[in-house]
């Protein structure tokens, strides 16, 4: 794939640190390996009774689950296991569709939320996400499964914005049609893609609409496993 060649130099060259956050390398996450992510085949995934059993800590629902299913051998491949437990919590991620204003009314309109409640990561998605294309679900779970604590900065959502924005531009290298597709989360994901590629593969447009965004003014530009703001 042109993009996975072009994005796999570009990040190892920058140094950009992607996707290897763990118990024991959370101050220091290390650079994404030469021959890493694995090749990648397909979106397409198979909820085998087996795969079913696999996620029944995290979630029940079939659409969330092929969401978590689609990262499998993606440049987010972390977050898929983060969600089935390799995160700092050591447990299993829930993750669900919420009406999020049940939450906060602030948060009615957010697109998804990470939240930590007794000790037990959360990804809550907007409800009135549930019939977005598995393909954008999981460009979103990709980027919510690095929260993992209770602490954010600028540094930390402009890795997850990239995250993001890098597994949706893997996804429609495969499936350019996914882009066509009439969906509000579609749009964010094309949005975030544009600037991406704007940036030539790097965070640096990404980086400058998250701190124009209204939701995060407040935060420190750096968090535990995030201090590099070079990205």
């Given amino acids: 794939m042109k993009f996975l060649k072009k994005f796999r130099n570009l990040f190892v060259v920058s140094g950009f640190l992607f996707c ?10 290390a650079k994404i390996p030469s021959g890493a992510p694995a090749v990648y085949s397909g979106s397409d995934v198979v909820l085998t009774d087996a795969v079913m059993r696999q996620y029944r800590q ?5 659409r969330l689950v092929g969401a978590a299913e ?7 491949d972390y977050s ?18 919420r009406d999020l204003a ?6 009615a309109n957010f ?6 409640q007794r000790g037990r990561l959360n990804i809550f998605i907007n ?15 990709a980027h919510e499964a690095i ?54 593969y790097t965070s640096k447009f990404i980086r400058k609409s998250v701190l124009s965004n209204a939701g995060y003014q407040g935060l420190p530009s750096r968090s535990p496993g995030f201090e590099d703001d070079g990205l």
């Fill in 80 to 97: 898929r296991r983060a969600i089935l437990g390799d995160n700092l919590t050591g447990k299993p991620i829930k993750v669900e569709f």
């Fill in 20 to 29: 290897t956050l763990s118990a024991n390398a959370i101050t220091e996450p």
């Fill in 127 to 141: 409800k009135k996400h549930e019939n977005a294309p598995k393909e954008a679900l999981a460009a979103v779970l």
């Fill in 102 to 107: 049940t939450l906060n009314p602030a948060y």
């Fill in 147 to 200: 929260h993992q604590d209770e602490l954010n900065s600028i540094n930390e959502e402009v890795y997850c914005w990239t995250l993001e924005a890098a597994v949706w531009t893997q996804l429609t290298d495969d499936k350019p049609e996914l882009q066509n597709i009439s969906h509000q989360l579609v749009d964010r994901e094309n949005t975030i893609k544009k600037m991406f590629i704007k940036g030539d």
């Fill in 70 to 76: 689609t990262l499998k051998g993606t440049v987010a």
């Fill in 58 to 62: 995290s979630t029940k629902d079939e």
């Fill in 111 to 116: 697109d998804a939320l990470g939240w930590k």
